[in-house]
């Protein structure tokens, strides 16, 4: 089946700068992109997704870039908060027949007050 | 709007005792439905999904079986369970079809098995 890699594992940021989780696939007829956040003890939430008829999203502090040619797509969160600390996983589908979504390994964010 | 419930909220087990955890969504018909398990600190294993009544697909062979006794409730459940089923268990829901594939995830399941 499809892999999704997802970098880095953790990522530490000091309160105010921005963070950046890159995922990179092989399967060029992924077409759906969501990213979710996962808070300590909680169920993964989406928090923004894309298409692959889309190059860009964003939403508010967070944005989603999408680049079919390289297989790569990136989470952008600006201005970070203490409550951005939590794990956030990528995930694709894989065509429009596909019912599953193959999620990244995810990636440890802390934000440093 | 579409609601996804799943009980227990928690759970401990001993090694050989049977499971049973269910999932229900609300506000939406034809869902399709899956079950997932973390384990501590990792990322999401999926176990089942189910594209309608009787249609489940098992991603991983184990000593867990699932079920779909109505078009809304999803049933996750063992005869005997191994220490290795600790985790979180995770069930969730997407659009059957016309849908981008997004999939909503219920409040979960810790499972602790000793």
């Known amino acids: 089946g499809e892999n999704v890699e997802q970098h880095p594992s953790t990522l530490s940021v000091q309160e105010g700068d921005s963070a950046v989780i890159k995922c990179t696939y092989s399967?060029?007829?992924?077409?759906?992109f969501p990213w979710y956040k996962q808070e300590l003890g909680k169920r993964p939430q989406l928090i923004i997704d894309?298409?692959?008829?889309?190059g860009e999203k964003k939403d508010q502090r967070i944005a989603v870039t999408l680049n079919k040619t390289a297989k790569h797509f990136s989470l952008h969160i600006t201005e970070t908060q203490p409550e951005d600390s939590a794990v956030y996983f990528c995930a694709l589908r894989s065509g429009a027949g596909s019912y599953q979504l193959t999620f990244g390994k995810g990636t440890k964010l802390s934000v440093i007050p | 709007s579409q609601t996804i419930h799943q009980w227990p909220a928690t759970l401990v087990q001993p090694v050989g005792s049977p499971l049973s955890l269910e999932c229900t969504v609300e506000?939406?018909?034809?869902?399709?439905l899956y079950w997932y398990r973390q384990a501590a600190g990792r990322g999401l294993q999926l176990l089942f999904y189910s594209i309608g009544i009787d249609q489940i697909s098992s991603e991983v062979p184990q000593n867990l079986s699932a079920s779909r006794p109505q078009d809304r409730q999803f049933i996750l459940s063992s005869k005997k369970l191994l220490l290795s089923d600790s985790g979180f268990y995770l069930c969730?829901?997407?659009?059957?079809?016309?849908?981008?594939?997004?999939?909503?995830f219920g409040p979960g399941t810790r499972l602790t098995v000793l």
């Open positions: 506000g939406t018909s034809n869902p399709n």
């Open positions: 399967d060029s007829a992924s077409n759906y």
């Open positions: 969730a829901w997407s659009v059957r079809s016309g849908g981008a594939g997004t999939q909503y």
């Open positions: 894309i298409r692959s008829n889309v």
